[in-house]
C-alpha cells in the first residue's frame, strides 16, 4: 500500500524503495511523517508494541504495517528489513525527528553506485533536538567506532540507506540499541563504501523511548560497546555481505 501524500522532491527516475520505521507508540508523529515519504516508496511502520493506535492509525494513512512483539529497536529495525521486497531498503526514525524526504539523495547515492550504505550526520535546528547527553554518548561511540574500524564518522544516528540483499548478508544479530551500529561495523569488516549527508534533526513528538534521560542514552551506549566489542566477522561472512 502507498504512504499517503508526497514531497515535492522525488529521485530522477522510479525507485524501488522501502524505508523502515520502527514504532513505538508514535501516533502524535505518524501523519507527519508518512506525508513526507516520497512518492513511489513504500512505509513499512514496524508496530513494536504500541499501546497508542499508532498501528491502526498508519494503517489506515496507507503504510504497510509490521508487528513486533520482541521490544527492541534492533528487533524492530530487522523485523523491517526482513518484511522488505524492494531493491533498496532505507531505516528512519518514525519519531518526526527526521524526515524522510531527506533520503532521496542517499537512494540516489546508491544506485548510482557512489556509495553501499550512506548515513544521515544530524544537524539540530532548535534547542532540544539533540540532548547533550545523547551527543556525548554519539561523540564518543564515533571516537570508539574509528578505532575499532578506521571509519572516520561523526555520527551513527537512524536514518540511512543501502540494498537489501547484502544488508541480508551481514547476518546482523542485535536486536536493541546496538542494532545500527552493528550494521555499521559489519558494513566496514565487508569493505563497504560509507558516507555521510547532513540531514536536519529537529525536536522529536513524544519521548523518547532510548537517549531521552542519562540512563537511556547509557544503556544504549552499553549496548553499542558490546558490538564493537565483537571480532571482525570470518573472510567468507565479509565476501558473501559485500554489495
Known amino acids: ?11 530522477s527516475r522510479a525507485a524501488s ?10 501516533a502524535e508523529a505518524i501523519p507527519w511523517v508518512l506525508r513526507r515519504i516520497p512518492p513511489g516508496w513504500r512505509a513499512l511502520v514496524v508496530d513494536n ?40 531498503v532505507c531505516f528512519c526514525d518514525c519519531d518526526a525527528s527526521l524526515d524522510p524526504s531527506g533520503l532521496v ?14 548515513l544521515g550526520r544530524r544537524r539540530p535546528r532548535a534547542r532540544g533536538a539533540w540532548p547533550a547527553h545523547a551527543r556525548a554518548g ?15 564518522l561523526r555520527d551513527l544516528g537512524p536514518l540511512r540507506a ?3 540483499e547484502p544488508l541480508l548478508a551481514l547476518g546482523l544479530t542485535d536486536r536493541r540499541s546496538g542494532y545500527p551500529l552493528q550494521m555499521v561495523v559489519r558494513a566496514a569488516d565487508a569493505g563497504w563504501r560509507i558516507t555521510e549527508h ?46
Open 1 to 11: 500500500m502507498k504512504a499517503v501524500t508526497t514531497p515535492s522532491t522525488s529521485p
Open 17 to 26: 524503495v522501502d524505508v523502515v520505521l520502527p514504532c513505538l507508540d508514535e
Open 49 to 88: 508494541g504500541s499501546t497508542d493506535g499508532s498501528a491502526e492509525l498508519a494503517e489506515a494513512l496507507g503504510a504497510h504495517v509490521v508487528r513486533e512483539e520482541r521490544r527492541g529497536f534492533g528487533a524492530a529495525c530487522h523485523a523491517g528489513l526482513a518484511a522488505a521486497t524492494a531493491d533498496i
Open 105 to 118: 539523495p542517499f537512494v540516489a547515492g546508491v544506485e548510482a553506485g557512489e556509495a553501499d550504505l550512506v
Open 138 to 152: 554519539n561523540m564518543a561511540l564515533a571516537r570508539l567506532l574509528r578505532r575499532r574500524t578506521g571509519l572516520r
Open 162 to 164: 543501502a540494498r537489501r
Open 198 to 243: 547532513d540531514v536536519p534533526y529537529l525536536p522529536r513528538t513524544g519521548a523518547s523511548k532510548v537517549t531521552g534521560t542519562w540512563r537511556g542514552t547509557w544503556q544504549a551506549v552499553r549496548d553499542m560497546s558490546r558490538v564493537l566489542a565483537e571480532p571482525p566477522a570470518a573472510e567468507s561472512v565479509r565476501e558473501g555481505a559485500r554489495p
